[in-house]
């Protein structure tokens, strides 16, 4: 399977700044048929930076969708919006969840908007320090799994990419340890073969969140099961997002 180096910016950069950015990444990111990578600015900046990039060079992603495909919605933007212009979109991102309150159904229905129109959903989970401290961890992963894929049918299922991102180690200093992200990610992989059978599930890109960079990337993809990374802060950093690319180039 490829490898994920998936960037996201978050509510960072403006229009002017994303584009600088975008075009050092260019000049920075080297191409590798093997992986896949992927930036995602914030809305403003998706339709210069598409101009902008080479896509057999990095593809893009948005950061959110809302799951109608048009109405009054005052302020959102939906999947169908994004078609054309976003490859891939981010779902159920823990910031979402926690900070905006997005539920299960949110998710589910986003992650069926994204399939709709066309673009790639990269759904999110992960538990909470508490859900972790009290043994729950499994139990969670496999409620948003479920819950998140439920309307996915079969013929979708190779659109789907899912990212482990436990809650406690995004935007911290502490990346979750390499035999808590085997467990983490094994439920996951499991959870989707009980849902679409062993070998379609074996398909699904896994991607691991929280804390990773240049420095930690290569322990994070040589886990089993972990196929790529969704990267916060360091891909921010131009000279840290290319050394994550090559490390994934590298790992079989
Ligand atoms: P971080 O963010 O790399 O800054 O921890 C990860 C994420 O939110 O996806």
Known sequence: MKKYIIGNWKMNLNVHEASLFAAKLAQTVKVHSDVET????????LEPVSLQIDHRQMKLGAQNCYWRDEGAFTGEVSARQLCGLAQYVIIGHSERRHIFGEDDRDTRFKVQAALRNGIRPILCVGETADERDAGDTEHVLCDQVASGLMNVASGQLGEVVVAYEPVWAIGSTRPAGTTDVAAATKVIRDEIGRMFGVAAAKTVPILYGGSV????????LSVDNVNGLLVGRSSLIASEFAKMVEIAAEID
């Not at 960079?213 to 994070?220: D, I, R, T, V």
């Open 213 to 220: 960079g240049g420095s930690n990337a290569e322990e994070m």
């Open 38 to 45: 992927v930036i995602c600015p914030g809305f403003l900046a």
